[in-house]
């Protein structure tokens, strides 16, 4: 007969591998996809492709493209989402119920799709005259340099490309969304930018400028990259 200590500790030892002792596995959040596509705990109705497309190419208004962004850009907007330096009621509810793993996740999913290709069409936007202030083909080309405005291209590139990781491309965004996003910087909505160099670009904007500088950036054509996509989150 098996003494009753000895049992109770094999009793014990095996409990300690039950299933009941370990957390299930979400399964709507076990990919970066199926969180882009089911909203993880978010909920089905805040799934991010119901904005931003299944293709990843934005709703071609407030929602932009997602698709192809380098995925450090992405998932630094993800955290300023949820630590509140960027204002958005929908998207910092999002962000709070998804855990940093999961925001890296849905950010590599959509750094990994390709850019959508856009319609074919002229190369680069006719000129915008916004009625007060300058026209929006030098603002972004050639800054203002008494205001202390820097040109556009010189972080977003000359055919709004982007540069580097952290400046992100312009072309075939919505212009509505680039007026919204330099609005939400006026207004210190978004406080993510480096040094706050965007409050204060977007401070010495006129109205009207922050409105023909973001339909021209977003008319801009842009090359199509095909970088490899990343493998895996740095």
Known sequence: MIPVRFLSAALLLAGGCAPADRPAPDPFSESGELIALSGGRSGAQNA???CHGLDGGGNGAGAPRLAALDVGYLDAQMEGYASGLRRHSQMEYIARQLSAAERQAVSLHYARMPRPVPPPGDALPAPAVPASGLPAQALYGSGDPARGLPACAACHG??????GAGNPPLAGQPAAYLAAQLDAWRAGKRRNDP????????RRLTPDEIRSVSAYASALGGPIPRPEPPESFP
Do not use: A, D, P, Q
Not at 195 to 202: D, K, Q, T, V
């Open 158 to 163: 000359r055919s709004g490309e982007g540069v």
């Open 48 to 50: 991010c492709f119901t």
């Open 195 to 202: 040094e706050n160099l965007m409050l204060r670009i977007s």
